[in-house]
């Protein structure tokens, strides 16, 4: 990708004491997962605890002036430091592409005041906020909750401790029972390696892999080593 871009990105994103360098970084590995994603200009996204926009940003990028990005976190608007989400959304509220998103703190996924139409996205994103759950079974009840909004899945994470990370784009989401029965076996194995860790939350390859015979399950897996996508 075009350092060009990335400058762009930076420039509409809150940093802290105008240290970009490391956020540069953080643009540039969004911006391949979106690339990853097959995300498209025009596309409507919704995106599952975007924090303080890192991939929101790098979303509302790729999908230009006719697309939108929905960004929503449970998490509170001073959250965070030394730049809260708030100020972070802010920033990129006031940025050139702030007329493609909408930003929302304190937004419960799980409430049942949280609906959305039938198809309303092309696209539900979560990315690298898995790690924030509680158990698999809230990834679990999550999918489940989400597979009539959008046409497509998108998830990244990486697990702290864990060697490797999925990084899987999802299509047609009323093939989620085979996601979820993915996740649970890949949540008991992870959870032998990594037994400290409070949460588990990824689809791991070698589970998601058996599935692929599955007609209503396009499958698009791969790893991140040393910033580059395999």
């Given at each position: 990708?075009?350092?060009?871009?990335?400058?762009?990105?930076?420039?509409?994103?809150?940093?802290?004491?105008?240290?970009?360098?490391?956020?540069?970084?953080?643009?540039g590995h969004r911006l391949k997962l979106v690339e990853f994603w097959n995300i498209r200009k025009g596309d409507r996204v919704l995106e599952?605890?975007?924090?303080?926009?890192?991939?929101?940003?790098?979303?509302?990028?790729?999908?230009?002036?006719?697309?939108?990005?929905?960004?929503?976190?449970?998490?509170?608007?001073?959250?965070?430091?030394?730049?809260?989400?708030?100020?972070?959304?802010?920033?990129?509220?006031d940025s050139d592409m702030g007329d493609r998103m909408k930003i929302e703190f304190g937004v419960d996924v799980l409430s049942d005041e949280?609906?959305?139409?039938?198809?309303?996205?092309?696209?539900?994103?979560?990315?690298?906020?898995?790690?924030?759950?509680?158990?698999?079974?809230?990834?679990?009840?999550?999918?489940?909750?989400?597979?009539?909004?959008?046409?497509?899945?998108?998830?990244?994470?990486?697990?702290?401790?864990?060697?490797?990370?999925?990084?899987?784009?999802?299509?047609?989401?009323?093939?989620?029972?085979?996601?979820?029965?993915?996740?649970?076996?890949?949540?008991?194995?992870?959870?032998?390696?990594?037994?400290?860790?409070?949460?588990?939350?990824?689809?791991?390859?070698?589970?998601?892999?058996?599935?692929?015979?599955?007609?209503?399950?396009?499958?698009?897996?791969?790893?991140?080593?040393?910033?580059?996508?395999?």
């Open positions: 990708m075009d350092r060009g871009s990335i400058e762009y990105i930076v420039g509409c994103m809150a940093t802290y004491n105008g240290e970009k360098e490391i956020q540069r970084i953080q643009t599952i605890g975007c924090g303080q926009g890192d991939t929101t940003a790098a979303l509302a990028y790729k999908v230009g002036n006719q697309g939108f990005v929905h960004g929503i976190d449970i998490a509170q608007a001073d959250y965070g430091g030394p730049i809260t989400l708030g100020e972070a959304r802010n920033q990129l509220l949280i609906d959305f139409p039938p198809m309303s996205f092309d696209y539900i994103v979560f990315s690298h906020c898995a790690f924030y759950l509680r158990s698999e079974e809230e990834l679990t009840v999550i999918l489940s909750k989400v597979q009539k909004w959008g046409s497509s899945f998108a998830l990244r994470n990486g697990i702290r401790g864990f060697k490797g990370s999925s990084n899987i784009h999802i299509s047609k989401l009323f093939s989620f029972k085979h996601i979820m029965n993915a996740s649970r076996k890949a949540v008991s194995q992870m959870c032998g390696h990594c037994s400290h860790l409070p949460i588990v939350c990824a689809l791991q390859r070698t589970r998601v892999g058996r599935l692929h015979g599955s007609k209503s399950f396009n499958r698009r897996i791969c790893r991140m080593d040393n910033g580059k996508l395999q």
